[in-house]
């Protein structure tokens, strides 16, 4: 089985920054892209930014120039620094991974969430 484990929530001002953290872990061979995602009350989730296994990234329009999508191969972990905060960046983030596992084939996987919360 696969586990994707985040963390680095919390509650910020606006204006501040926050790096969230979610580590694959399990019967991984290989993983594809790797993506962050977040869902507010009341709202859809969406997504923000996506990195491929080459590095490319892509970002919502909200938060680009803001947030930055990084990975790290070797340990299976995908990173978000959130930079210049705002309230309306306030939800519950979530990690996924495209995820090849040995002897089969890709499947995405979700993290648990992680609370950020902004305040004005």
């Known amino acids: 089985q696969v586990q994707l484990v985040e963390s680095g929530g919390g509650l910020v001002q606006a204006g501040e920054s926050l790096r969230l953290s979610c580590a694959a872990s399990?019967?991984?061979?290989?993983?594809?892209?790797m993506g962050w995602y977040r869902q507010a009350p009341g709202k859809e989730r969406e997504l923000v930014a996506y990195?491929?296994?080459?590095?490319?990234?892509k970002y919502a329009d909200s938060v680009k120039g803001r947030f930055t999508i990084s990975r790290d191969n070797a340990k299976n972990t995908v990173y978000l620094q959130m930079n210049s905060l705002k309230p309306e960046d306030t939800a519950v983030y979530y990690c996924?991974?495209?995820?090849?596992?040995?002897?089969?084939?890709?499947?995405?996987?979700w993290g648990q969430g992680t609370q950020v919360t902004v305040s004005s």
């Open positions: 996924n991974a495209d995820v090849v596992r040995y002897y089969s084939t890709s499947r995405v996987y």
């Open positions: 990195i491929t296994s080459g590095g490319s990234t």
């Open positions: 399990g019967s991984i061979f290989s993983i594809n892209a």
